[in-house]
């Protein structure tokens, strides 16, 4: 069975400085990996992946986020954080070697950004 | 092009009360989802179609039905409903094909469900 974990419920950040968002996870085979965002009342909006290749990907809004295989981590970062980043975010896993190839969730970590 | 796009946006339903949600996509995807979304659980899965005429349950399926009606159309259906289905429900698809398999899925409004 696969799994995501985001050990954090929340994290906050001030206005400029660099902020992090955890997510380890568990999987049988190689993972696919994702990171979303989630805007009050709004849907989910996809902000990068990682699936092969270069361990540091790098997504929308000034995102990144890092691939570690030892650690079974992909934490997701960025150097200068706005107030506009405030938001809930998601990471999720694929196992590649999985038929059904379902998408499962972290719980999610609310990234508060102060002025 | 509009998405993935569901409806109603809102309701409030009364223990035993059916309903249908809707949910439409215009990006010509295969597979389509229906999640809920519960504080500090994420998202579930609830059902699945992996493509027109298949579909499957997936972590949370009991107290639901659902109808791939045609490539774009996605249904969820509470058959009598229960407070504890009182939650967000999201629609998804994504395209399975080749290396779109790769692919993220690309998620709907939301439908906040109440029930009494």
């Known amino acids: 069975a696969q799994s995501v974990a985001q050990p954090e419920d929340q994290v906050n950040v001030a206005e400029g400085n660099p902020l992090t968002v955890k997510c380890t996870y568990s999987v049988s085979g190689n993972p696919y990996l994702f990171w979303y965002v989630q805007y009050p009342n709004r849907g989910l909006q996809f902000l990068l992946k990682y699936i092969t290749g270069d361990n540091l990907v790098k997504g929308s809004y000034g995102f990144e986020a890092e691939f570690n295989k030892s650690q079974t981590s992909f934490h997701l970062k960025k150097p200068s954080a706005l107030v506009s980043d405030s938001a809930l975010y998601f990471c999720?896993?694929?196992?590649?070697?999985?038929?059904?190839?379902?998408?499962?969730f972290g719980g999610g970590t609310r990234l508060m950004v102060k002025p | 092009n509009a998405g993935v796009t569901q409806t109603p946006k809102f309701q409030v339903l009364k223990t035993g009360q059916s309903m249908t949600l809707q949910c439409a996509q215009d990006m010509n995807h295969n597979s389509m989802y229906w999640y809920r979304q519960d504080p500090g659980m994420g998202l579930r899965l609830i059902y699945y179609s992996a493509s027109e005429g298949t579909t499957d349950k997936g972590e949370v399926p009991n107290g639901y039905n659902v109808s791939r009606l045609n490539k774009r159309e996605f249904s969820l259906r509470l058959e009598s409903a229960a407070p504890s289905q009182t939650s967000v429900y999201f629609c998804?698809?994504?395209?399975?094909?080749?290396?779109?398999?790769?692919?993220?899925?690309?998620f709907g409004p939301g439908t906040r469900l109440t029930v009494l």
């Open positions: 999720a896993v694929r196992d590649n070697n999985n038929a059904g190839n379902m998408l499962t």
């Open positions: 998804a698809s994504r395209e399975t094909s080749g290396r779109a398999s790769l692919n993220e899925q690309f």
